[in-house]
């Protein structure tokens, strides 16, 4: 892989460069003590002093909201819609998402990919570059080793850089073409790289579990108590799906302007939610928590790996730090390997 040298002093001139020709940038903000992503002016605005974001970047390609489509009733009474319409996605650059989130783009490729492929999601993925940045430190949420990730994974990312040194510059791997196309911008910013290793600069992220043993003993356990036992404290509140880079939950609504029009949009939705697969007669066929549990562990660790060849689960650990009942989903893993 192509490597280049960047010093932290020019980092936003070429952030600037970056932005020159109308595209969006998306970064790291922190505000009131909380790190997410923001579209960004300047990389004066860019913080990464943090772990891990509160939300991923997830929502750059699949966004909380979206509409689908608009339709308009007419006079006569026929309604003629106004399709989605791709022309209004912006060009746009992710800076700094971490390796566990840019690793999360496969899943959410396989799920909006698979059987049809999903236009809103593939037309966003097409006009996103994402820069990952590396870990360099690690907090006890992180699980990455042991769902197949790295702290310094290039997976998913267009541009990987690393900080190097004394933290006075970084790697740059370009991964793709158009990682390639967003360093030729930076001209003589970016310098060689030779003799430049990034592997002494990782997180040391320690390696909880065996995945392939935790995966055959889930597989087998569908009839268990463990499901029951792991979920007890379980809300159903859904904050570990919304900020789960690789959650692909969704529902379609309808939002209606009067009777003659409305916009018909996607919204975040979590299977760990009642209402998921409540059906209009009242039946709910997930209709106690631990089924709901089961169901996301299962689909993430099970149903996915046998359909699309991956996993639903990158390590990333939000879900552990965001639970407000702290359900801690490496030590739950964990105990499917004892069974
Ligand atoms: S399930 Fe939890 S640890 Fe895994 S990717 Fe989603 S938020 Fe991260
Ligand atoms: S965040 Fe915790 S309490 Fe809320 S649904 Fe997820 S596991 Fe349950």
Redesign the pocket.
Known sequence: MEQKYIPKASLKAWLGKVRDDGRRLYAPVTENGKTSFRRVKSADEISMEHVQTAQ?AKGVAFPRTERLFSYVRQPDGDVTLQDYDPSAIPDTVVFGLRP?DAA?LKPLSGIFGWDTEDKPFSERMRRVVFVGVSCSRCDA?C?CTS?GGHPGSAEGSDILLTVVGDGEGYLAEIVTDRGRALVEKGGDLFESATGISKEDYLAEVPVRFSVEEVQRKMAGAFEGDIWKSQSARCLGCGA??F?????ACFDIQENARGSGAGDRIRCWDSCGFSLFTLHTSGHNPRSTQSQRWRQ?LLH?FCYMPQRLSVR?????????R?CPVDMN??EHLGEFEHL
């Open positions: 991923s566990c999360a949420f699980f769902v570990c799906a900020v789960c880079p690789a959650c996301r993430k639903g689960c990158t390590g990333c650990g939000r879900c552990s965001a989903l490496a």
